[in-house]
């Protein structure tokens, strides 16, 4: 294994066969929850992001017709399982197979509920 080609301009190389990154990805997700919200209210760069059901209105009607277009919703994103990894040197590229579950939580007058979950595999 190299440690370092000069093929590649990037200060930091990583080599990384399929197996390691199938063994360390698997295990971490095992023992760890991979996931992250966007919680309506985030300030992002100076301004905050309110997400209601009316901007995901084209993809998802039922959210807007359910609970109205003006309904404040979270989104919360989880990493279920990753695998079947396959490594790159030529074009500096790792791709995987991956499953994930997204969920829409809408704020009511009754509280937070979840409207919506998705799972994508």
Request: charged share 15%; with cysteine; net charge negative.
């Amino acid at each position: 294994m190299p440690y370092k080609t000069t093929d590649f301009p990037a200060g930091f190389q990583a080599f990384l066969s399929d197996a390691s990154m199938d063994s360390l990805v698997g295990s971490f997700i095992e023992e760890h929850t991979v996931s992250a919200t966007f919680y309506s209210g985030t300030v992002v760069n100076g301004t905050t992001v309110t997400l209601t059901c009316g901007e995901f209105a084209v993809l998802i009607p039922q959210l807007a017709q359910t609970y109205g277009n003006d309904a404040v919703l979270d989104v919360e994103g989880v990493l279920l399982s990753a695998g079947n990894f396959v490594t790159s040197q030529s074009e500096q590229q790792i791709s995987a197979e991956a499953s994930a579950m997204i969920r829409f939580h809408v704020h009511t007058a009754d509280g937070e509920v979840v409207a919506l979950e998705l799972l994508a595999e």
